[in-house]
Each structure stands twice: as structure tokens, then as C-alpha cells.
């Protein structure tokens, strides 16, 4: 009898697990009880999403544990899904459930990446408003950038002419151009003497939750926060929780002093995004808002707002820079034709008596430093896996596949960055497939590394300026070579 019942419960399991939670869901690999796919996710997790776009199609469902997402990654299904019917897939399921159980983070909002709906759109709709009277896309932000960019060409020309060892992190110097920029938007000042340490600090600690965020168990709890009772997941969440908890700290240090210091006048101009959700927060209260628009500028929101934009904003760009300088690294032709262009437009800005640093007027003027920064993108691909939405409503995807209202669902972006048929020999570094015959930019559609539709990142124009003025004004300077074979 005994064991009638543990057959029974097998097969009844099996039938669970492999027929009946898979039904009228797209096909796609089969899953493990508990864990899903997630073993079958490894380092070159791309490739794999690759190999089961060949298997399965456009659209297929992987696993994470026992939570199923939708992967679409054919770009022109992604467009017709995300662009022209974006308010049905702008729903956001990452980090969300398990942001909540965060000891820092309990009962406030999710920030701009997790929020969704009506307090979505206003929270990020007062981030683009706020960043763009900020200088985003402007002259004076450029401007501050540019004097960071002067100041980090001297400071290397010093290291190079004393470091006797010949070894320089740049990275580290990377890392710091790219996490000021957004620290002044936030916060209204850069990391300088002082701040430098407090920076890596806090560099350190993002790292280290991204990297827990990437790794199997990571990836589970985020599908399944429950699961960080059990021992093999518990290590995970408390170092998860610890991180955010000191982020936090840090952020609520910053914007409690802020609030003893500063009185708004009533024409006066906020300085930076601390000071223009103060100041909506103390319109909100005195105006008497109500509902959701009163409650996403409460206070206690103020430190996920601020850790959603430093981290996008730090992450992404810093590790664009850097792959951009280890492909040039790499690949001397392609930097070898980069300084041919560089010199010469540097040359006629000295003679016409311009500064000899680039600006953001010197873009058009720029086609193949635009297509190596366009190419670096494509080839880096910074997020093998992007951020999961999930359907607002009931969906159907080709006429085929029906969805319930909140199933996860990912535009599968590194499937269209390596797609053959787009982008030929999708592997190798090859700035020219942005070019036309005549040696000017094109455009490509399909060249989506800031995401598409809705949800798409809200500081892309910030990051086009910052890889554009690095890439731009450091090659200028500097050539980079090999020093030892690897």
C-alpha cells in the first residue's frame, strides 16, 4: 500500500509537472519540480536562450523554479508586442515580490524599475521631467562631464609618468567618471578626495548583489521568495538583504540631511533629483494630494527611487566603457581607423580655434567612433537576461498562445543583438555593419540595448552622452595595446 501511494503521488507529480502548469503556456524546455530550468542556465546563459529560440521558436517558456516566463526573441514579434501594445506587457515582475521582504525595504514602493500601473507612470514621468531640467541632453551637464573627462586624462597622464609598476586599473577610473555623473544628478556632488573612498564602498556593495542576483539561487528567490527559509537559499537572501539594507543607509543619511538644511523659496530651483522630489513631496503635502500620486512622494520612497536610478545608471554604462576599451584593446584595426578619424576632426577643431575636447555638437561628424560605440553595445551584451515585465491584462501572442493577466514575459533582447540574420558573424567585433557604403552612420532598428517600448531605460540619453564623451575624448589622448599575450 505504502508503496501504491508513493507511485501514485510520482505520477501524479509528473502529470503536475510536465503536462497539466504547461498547458496553454508557449512550449519550451522541460522543467524540473522545484528548481525549473535554472541548472540549464549557466555562464553563457545567452547561448542557451539562442539554442532554444532554434528549438522552439520565437516564443517559448523557460522555468524559474516553479514560476513560468515567456521569452519572445524575434525582434519584429518584440516590436508588434512591447511598442504597439506596450500598455498590455508594461507590467513588471523582477525583483518585485522579493524587494518586499527586504528588511530596508518593507512596505515602501519598488522604485522606477518595479513599480507598474498608474504610480509607474507618474513616478517615472517626474524622473525623465526632473533629469531633463537637470541638463540631461543639455549644455551644462556636457560641461561638468567634460571637466571630469579633463581631469581624469591629467590624472592618468601623472599615474602613467610615476607608476614604476606600469599598472593602472581603469576600470576603478571608469567606475568613478561614470558613478559621479549620476551621484550629481542625484545628489548634487561628485565623488572628489573625500567621497572617493565612500564611493568604492559602495561600489563594492552593488557588485556583490548583482553577482547574487546572477547566480542559480539568486535567480530562485527571485521567482520564489519563499524559498529563502530553506538553508541552501537563506546565505543568499541574508547577504541580498544586508546589501540593500546598507544602500539604503547610505541614501537616508544623505536625504536626512538634506531635509535639516534646505527650505524650498517659492521661485527657487531645485539642484538636483533629491531636491525636486522634496520638493513634490512638500507640494503633495500641502496641496493635500491624495491616492497614488500622493503616496509615491512620500519620504520613506525616496531611498529605491534613488537606488533604481544609481544602479542603472552606474552599472551599465561603466561596463559599456570598459568593453569598449578592451575591444579597441583587442582589435588594433578598428582603433588604428578610430584615431585616423579622431585626429583629423581634433586637428580642424584646433585650427578653427575650437577646444581641442570633444562636445556632444561633434557627434554627427564622428560616423565610425559612432558605429564602435554601436557595435560595443550589440557585442557586450550587459543583460544576458532582461528585466521580466508581465501582462497588465489577459494576452494572446500570435493567434496561439492565450495568457493570464500577470504572466511574466521577457523582450529576449540578446536573441535579437545575435541574431545571424541581422547582424552577420554576430560574434566578432565588427564596427562596419553600422556604416553605409559611403562610410556614414546607418540606421539599425534592431539595435535595441536600451530596451524597447514602455519600459524602455529611461536614462539612455544620459548614457549616449557619457560613452560618446569618454570614448571620444580618451582615444583622443590615448591609444591602448596589449602588454602581455592572453
Not at 52 to 61: C, H, I, M, N, R
Not at 70 to 87: A, C, N, P, Q, S
Not at 395 to 410: C, D, E, R, Y
Not at 439 to 445: A, I, P
Amino acid at each position: 500500500m505504502f508503496l501504491f501511494l508513493i507511485l501514485l503521488f510520482l505520477i501524479i507529480l509528473s502529470f503536475w509537472n510536465f503536462i497539466w502548469k504547461r498547458r496553454n503556456l508557449p512550449p519550451g524546455p522541460t522543467p524540473l519540480p522545484i528548481f525549473g530550468n535554472a541548472f540549464a542556465m549557466d555562464r553563457l546563459i545567452y547561448e542557451q536562450f539562442q539554442i532554444w529560440a532554434k528549438e522552439f521558436g520565437p516564443v517559448y517558456t523557460i522555468w524559474m523554479g516553479e514560476v513560468p516566463i515567456v521569452m519572445v526573441t524575434d525582434y519584429e514579434l518584440i516590436r508588434d508586442l512591447f511598442v504597439k501594445e506596450g500598455d498590455i506587457y508594461a507590467g513588471r515582475h523582477f525583483l518585485v515580490d522579493l524587494f518586499q521582504e527586504f528588511r530596508a525595504a518593507k512596505n515602501l514602493k519598488g522604485g522606477v524599475t518595479r513599480m507598474e500601473g498608474e504610480q509607474w507612470k507618474i513616478i517615472r514621468r517626474f524622473g525623465l521631467q526632473s533629469m531633463r531640467n537637470l541638463g540631461v541632453g543639455k549644455n551644462e551637464l556636457e560641461n561638468k562631464l567634460i571637466k571630469d573627462l579633463q581631469n581624469f586624462i591629467e590624472k592618468l597622464k601623472e599615474e602613467l609618468n610615476t607608476n614604476i609598476a606600469g599598472e593602472i586599473n581603469l576600470q576603478k577610473y571608469i567606475d568613478r567618471i561614470v558613478g559621479s555623473t549620476i551621484n550629481r544628478l542625484l545628489f548634487g556632488y561628485a565623488f572628489e578626495d573625500e567621497q572617493i573612498n565612500e564611493f568604492y564602498e559602495l561600489k563594492n556593495i552593488m557588485d556583490n548583489e548583482l553577482e547574487l542576483l546572477s547566480s542559480i539561487t539568486g535567480r530562485m528567490l527571485l521567482s520564489m521568495p519563499r524559498l529563502r527559509y530553506l538553508p541552501v537559499f537563506s546565505k543568499t537572501f541574508k547577504l541580498l538583504d544586508d546589501n540593500i539594507e546598507k544602500v539604503f543607509n547610505y541614501i537616508n543619511r544623505i536625504v536626512y540631511e538634506r531635509i535639516n538644511k534646505i527650505k524650498f523659496e517659492e521661485n527657487e530651483e531645485p539642484k538636483d533629483l533629491l531636491d525636486y522630489f522634496l520638493k513634490q513631496s512638500d507640494e503633495a503635502r500641502n496641496a493635500n494630494w491624495s491616492g497614488e500620486k500622493k503616496e509615491n512622494f512620500d519620504l520613506k520612497n525616496l531611498a529605491p527611487f534613488s537606488f533604481d536610478l544609481f544602479i542603472a545608471g552606474q552599472e551599465t554604462t561603466a561596463k559599456t566603457l570598459g568593453f569598449l576599451v578592451l575591444y579597441l584593446l583587442l582589435d588594433q584595426r578598428v582603433q588604428k581607423k578610430l584615431h585616423e578619424e579622431l585626429d583629423n576632426l581634433r586637428e580642424e577643431k584646433i585650427i578653427n580655434g575650437f577646444d581641442a575636447y570633444f562636445t556632444m555638437t561633434d557627434r554627427t561628424k564622428l560616423p565610425y567612433l559612432n558605429a564602435v560605440i554601436n557595435e560595443t553595445q550589440r557585442l557586450a551584451n550587459l543583460l544576458p537576461i532582461n528585466l521580466a515585465h508581465r501582462t497588465m491584462s489577459d494576452a494572446n501572442i500570435l493567434n496561439k498562445f492565450n495568457l493570464k493577466k500577470g504572466t511574466p514575459i521577457v523582450p529576449q533582447i540578446c536573441c535579437v543583438l545575435f541574431d545571424e540574420k541581422i547582424f552577420p558573424r554576430p560574434y566578432r567585433f565588427e564596427p562596419e555593419r553600422f556604416l553605409d557604403d559611403q562610410g556614414m552612420l546607418k540606421r539599425v532598428e534592431q539595435l535595441i540595448p536600451f530596451g524597447i517600448g514602455k519600459r524602455i531605460c529611461m536614462g539612455e540619453s544620459l548614457a549616449k552622452m557619457e560613452i560618446f564623451l569618454f570614448a571620444s575624448n580618451f582615444f583622443s589622448h590615448y591609444e591602448v595595446f596589449k602588454f602581455i599575450e592572453f
